[in-house]
């Protein structure tokens, strides 16, 4: 059974950084890509981040210079460091990994929780 499971979240100050986690099990074969999306209340889910297994990545313009996505391929594990966090940021932060076999799936974690408030 494949498994995402996130870690890393919180409340944070404006201007403040949080490094979220996901770790994957379940599967000897690598996600092509892993990345993170978020979804903020009464909003729909949104790209946050996006890394390949050769490392290219494709951030969302709103965190682009704030926020870094990587990955450990031997491992399936995947980061998100964001740094100089707004309010806007506050969501409920999902990991994601894509296996292709036969076809296209999409895995998801359960979501974790980034407050950004004073």
């Known amino acids: 059974q494949v498994q995402l499971v996130e870690s890393g979240g919180g409340l944070v100050q404006p201007g403040g950084s949080l490094t979220l986690s996901c770790a994957a099990s379940?599967?000897?074969?690598?996600?092509?890509?892993m990345g993170w999306y978020r979804q903020a209340p009464g909003k729909q889910r949104e790209l946050v981040a996006t890394?390949?297994?050769?490392?290219?990545?494709n951030y969302a313009d709103s965190v682009k210079g704030r926020f870094t996505i990587s990955r450990d391929n031997a491992k399936n594990r995947v980061w998100l460091q964001m740094n100089s966090l707004k309010p806007e940021d506050t969501a409920v932060y999902y990991c994601?990994?894509?296996?292709?076999?036969?076809?296209?799936?999409?895995?998801w974690g359960q979501g974790t929780q980034v407050t950004v408030s004073s």
């Open positions: 379940g599967t000897i074969f690598s996600f092509d890509p």
């Open positions: 890394i390949t297994s050769r490392g290219t990545n």
């Open positions: 994601n990994g894509v296996l292709w076999a036969g076809g296209r799936r999409d895995y």
